[in-house]
């Protein structure tokens, strides 16, 4: 940069600098300059919208949160009717949206990760069809995905008699055209201490896992600790299950009429979301994955080798964590990609914070300076959380150096 | 040596013929176990791909191909039970799907456009082809004011209005002002983001962030619905005309992020060098900076082309017609409703995009294979 000290060109003999050629100066006009375009443009914008909202009649500020919202929502996580406020009816929109992206994230990770280390795979079909998987996916857009899931895939799937015809009228598993239909689990007394025992064994695996560790680096024994862990999570509420006389139980869904009841519904709106988002994500996750693994220099791998340790521990103790301080920053981004593109529920009619909020409410109030402010002002928020943790799990396994 | 054969009668006199290598290491079945059968592990996987490649395949090909309606008037010929895509569809509305309802007679213009900006692209991909410098000039400036002049219609020409243009025709319209506008507004948010003005340091930083913050579709939502709200009464700007300005702004964001990416590459000495030649700031970026730190950033830049080039298709959410929007419009046709209809028009669309998107990160592969002076393995 040209703001270096010493003499600038300009400079006469007394090696006093003319204002017009002192950077500091020049910076000083440069920003007072922006600040009054800013203040200007906003100045400007702001009266206009005020002389255009007055002359449209649309009220301003945040009074209308307190009203009646008068219309319903497709799928609610906390209770909701038509006769709640928009401010309630805001957040069922934003639940919906963390609801999906939360459930995006798990699956897209696990699936972005299988495919990433199946593009490395030495087994030929195995690794072409990942790579068949990342190319396609990647290369179509993501909106044109959620709608073929959508219109072309689950809406034309059997309606509920159509496909009651063929698995009979009460079943399990069910998934038609009004959505996918699993039991539901009724919690009767007693139940929630199968909660406190399945709390019990997360805490016993932890200790379990500290104990392990210590007894390892004091007398260099192994214990088996993530399949004693996995056994304690699994008898230890089913044992509880059956002492307190099985008080939990299935509802299955079941035909009556053109439609099915009961059950655990799960909107067709929410998979073709799901399917969409988790899919797309995970075709860049699988990148990310693989360019982390190939970014770990073969001579570590060969140095593990050379001290004899085996091929599985070798990716599990010297790649994978050296793999994760390349993967995690361009993971990050990924996955607030994903939240963000959860907007796109609008499309499909998934009823989240966009299309609830930025689409019904907006058209109900008209007043779209302050719905759309507040939704980008939410996406922000949440990016910054999202990049918040991001940063603090990435610092926690960055490379320490001195 | 005569003798020697005679006296040791079991050394051999001349070499025994070579053997064939053993089965299990050459050809079909020394491929197979090298990349099917390796290990057991190997073996389950491949079984398991085997399968499920099984389950996938014949249907999608049957549909695709075999029970496909490949020419047909209307969708009584797509109705018949078992039928595949409804390509007679794609065949009917495929001038719609390219130019949207562009009038027929003005086609030519959009074509020429199209040629005009083959003509420019062709030769700056191509990294032998010399005269870069004017080459990118031509594509920045001059083909976006012939573009605009033969599309909308100046000089003479019979104006098209843009509630018209439609297709493809939208999506490269909006994806290519998005890139061209974002190429200067990128360059000089990330100059300013390094600057050493602090107050033009923060408003770089805001700007970047917000836009990459909130999701596109917040943005075209505003840029439809909010900006003409700031606007004095009377001035009012198109559908597409707002849209544009949504997506310029987005991607100008994005576009910083690469420059600034290829700007920090730079080594110190350079900017160093450059202040010692006495160049002024601006002479310096133009000329030792900027050259070096846009052609390490060429993939980059092209990857932000391709994601701006998916994320066209949502400008269809605020009632915009690009290819995908056209698509799905015409599905509601009721000369062409049936239950293959949907899946057979997005699976064209997809097959457009991918076409794009694939070509263009093929090309941004080779960029960097091109650049990577790294060391390899």
Partial sequence: MAHQEGVPAGAD?????????????????FQALLII???????????????????AGIASGFGFFSDRAGFDIGQTIIPYTNDSTYLRAFFVGLLNTMVVAVIGIFFATIIGFIVGLARLSKNYLVQKFATVYVETLRNIPLLLQLLFWYKAVLSILPSPREAARETGVEVAFSINNRGLYLPRV????????????????????????????????????????????????????????????????????????????????IQPEFMALLLGLSLYTASFIAEIVRAGILAVSHGQTEAAFALG?????????VIVPQAMRVIIPPLTSQFLNLTKNSSLAVAIGYPDLVSVFGGTVLNQTGQAVEVISITMLVYLALSLMTSAFMNWFNSSVALVER | MDNNSKSIAYVRTQESPTMAPPVSTGGVVGWLKENLFATPRDTVLTILTFLFLLWIVPPVVDWAFISAVWVGESREDCLAPGTGACWAFVEAKFGQFMYGRYPLEERWRVNLSGLLLIAGLVPIAI???????ENALYLLVAFPILAFILLTGQLGLEPVETPLWGGLLVTLVVAIVGIVVSFPLGILLALGRRSEMPIVKMFCIIFIEFWRGVPLITVLFMSSVMLPLFLPDGVSFDKLLRALIGVALFSSAYMAEVIRGGLQAIPKGQYEAANAMALTFWQGTRLVIMPQALKLVIPGIVNTFIGLFKDTSLVLIIGLFDLLGI???????????????????????????????????????????RLDTGHKR
């Fill in chain 1, 13 to 29: 003999d007394s090696g006093r600098v003319s204002l017009m050629n002192d950077p500091k100066a020049r910076g000083l006009v």
């Fill in chain 1, 37 to 55: 375009a800013v203040i200007a443009m906003v100045y400007l914008g702001v009266s206009n919208a005020v002389a255009n909202l007055a002359r």
């Fill in chain 1, 186 to 265: 009724i919690a009767e007394d007693g139940s929630s201490l199968i909660f406190y025992a399945l709390a019990v064994a997360i805490v016993a695996w932890f200790v379990i896992g500290r104990w392990a560790k210590k007894r390892q680096i004091d007398t260099g024994q192994q214990f088996p600790v993530f399949l004693t862990g996995l056994a304690l999570v699994i008898v230890l509420p089913t044992l509880v299950f059956f002492v307190t006389g099985r008080p939990l139980s299935l509802e299955y869904a079941s035909l009556q009429g053109f439609n099915m009841v009961g059950g655990w519904i």
């Fill in chain 1, 309 to 317: 340790i085996r091929p599985n521990l070798t990716s599990r103790l």
């Fill in chain 2, 127 to 133: 990294p032998s082809v010399p005269y870069k410098r």
């Fill in chain 2, 327 to 369: 698509v799905q419009q015409n599905m509601t046709d009721p000369n062409w409703i049936s239950p293959a209809t949907p899946a057979t028009g997005f699976v064209f669309a997809a097959f457009v995009f991918f076409i794009f998107c694939f070509s263009m990160s093929r090309y941004s592969a080779y960029m960097e294979r």
